[in-house]
């Protein structure tokens, strides 16, 4: 194929999954023009702005197993954290003050009635501490409909919960079949959070063992098709406390899960064009350089760990997991000078709601907050990342 009827189908946002096959087969100069396309998919439907959400890891307790995760229940090789509501808040205003425009609170999933009242209790003392004008994304797992509902009432705006992998057979292979881990609960969870209102993100691992181009390709249809509003997706990267460990020399090498993960970023901007897509922090896992690689690619929104430092380390959902010893300020100033590094705007004081979900329902695009400072101000004052202390 020759570099114009590429190009010509790179621009389609109808691609079909053995388009996608092919695009995400491409290497090289052809790759390169993949994601020089997407970014120009970014700039033209939702501009050169990265937002920020201040990342509060808030507990590594986990009922679940999955086969894949360095806090799987069944690893007793962690020391398990649960923060207080005041360690969570301090953490909240520090973003708040910061002008990071909204949050993220991920924790192990637990699912009682404790947990749901626990976390309705803390969303409103956030809304409080912030006269709602933070932006709230919760990742807690599969919940009930009604402990969704109740903590959408309480202040949660959205809702960040990956499907792991749209292939059925390849999900069972990720999970014990203990009853808990089941695909058709989880896509039906995806379901009540949209339609309770939520701005929902899904996303996948890229890279698993036993997963294929076309498994990818169908992930990205799967996103497509249900219309989500953002996505957080980036490589599958191994503990090795997991019975998932044995299988690494069945996954793809490091440098192909980031090219994947890249081409990945790409195809989705390219085919959902106006969604919120997460540079993740597994991708700078890999590459030092990920998370901006990421985000010429397509993606528009990074996460900073706020998470008080001490426990990060807690946190291992995979080894090598980055940005283990700075402090928050740190971790912004580090951030800001990757943004700036690929001549992009930090949307500072931004809420940076999904544009695709404002459209979709008809909302006026509203993405700054009032009363905050306008894009261009500076973040922090304080020096710069330890741990990637590179030349900006
Ligand atoms: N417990 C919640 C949220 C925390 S886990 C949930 O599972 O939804 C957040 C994400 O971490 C998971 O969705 C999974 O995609 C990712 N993750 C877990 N283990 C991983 C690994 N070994 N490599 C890459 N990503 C991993
Ligand atoms: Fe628990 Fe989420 Fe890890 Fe599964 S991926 S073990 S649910 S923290």
Redesign the pocket.
């Known amino acids: 194929m020759n570099r114009h009827s590429i190009d010509d189908l790179i621009s389609r946002s109808d691609l079909s999954k053995d388009e996608l096959v092919f695009l995400l087969a491409l290497q090289g100069d052809r790759m390169q023009r993949l994601v020089e396309i997407a970014a120009r998919v970014k700039e033209k439907y939702v501009g050169n702005n990265t937002y920020l959400r201040g990342l509060i890891e808030f507990s590594n307790i986990?009922s679940?197993n999955?086969l894949?995760?360095?806090i799987r229940s069944d690893n007793k090789e962690i020391i398990r954290y649960n923060l207080d509501d005041q360690q969570i808040l301090k953490a909240t205003q520090f973003a708040y003050d910061n002008n990071f425009g909204s949050i993220v609170l991920?924790?192990?999933?637990i699912k009682s009635t404790s947990f749901t009242h626990r976390i309705e209790k803390l969303l409103r003392k956030i809304s409080r501490l912030s006269g709602g004008n933070l932006r709230i994304t919760l990742?807690?797992?599969e919940q009930t409909r009604e402990t969704y509902l109740r903590w959408h009432e309480a202040g949660a705006h959205r809702y960040l919960?990956?499907i792991?992998t749209s292939n059925p057979v390849l999900y069972e292979k990720l999970h014990p079949g203990d009853g808990k881990h089941v695909f058709g609960d989880r896509l039906a969870c995806l379901y009540h959070l949209k339609d309770i209102g939520y701005q929902v993100g899904t996303?996948v691992?890229i890279g698993l063992p036993f997963q294929s181009i076309q498994d990818l390709s169908d992930d990205l249809l799967f996103m497509k098709d249900f219309d989500i509003d953002m996505v957080g997706m980036?490589?599958?990267?191994?503990?090795q406390n997991?019975p998932f460990y044995k299988f690494s020399h069945q996954a793809p090498a490091l440098k192909e899960r980031m090219d994947l993960t890249l081409k990945m970023i790409a195809l989705l901007r390219i085919i959902m064009q106006d969604i919120n897509i997460a540079a993740t922090t597994?991708i700078q896992s890999i590459d030092a350089r990920g998370r901006e690689k990421a985000l010429r690619s397509g993606a528009n929104v990074i996460m900073p760990n706020v998470t008080p430092q001490e426990y990060r380390e807690y946190y291992a959902?995979?080894n090598g997991k980055p940005c283990m010893s700075e402090n928050e300020q740190a971790c912004s100033k580090c951030i800001e000078k990757r943004i700036a590094y690929i001549n992009g705007k930090l949307a500072i004081g931004e809420w940076g709601d999904s544009q695709h979900y404002l459209k979709k329902n008809k909302a006026s695009v509203n993405l700054i907050k009032p009363g905050l400072l306008q894009p261009g101000s500076d973040l922090l004052s304080n020096p710069q990342c330890a741990q990637h202390r590179q030349k900006f």
């Open positions: 986990c679940k999955c894949y995760c360095g991920q924790s192990g999933e990742s807690c797992g919960l990956r792991e996303g691992m980036g490589p599958y990267l191994e503990h997991t597994a959902l995979y």
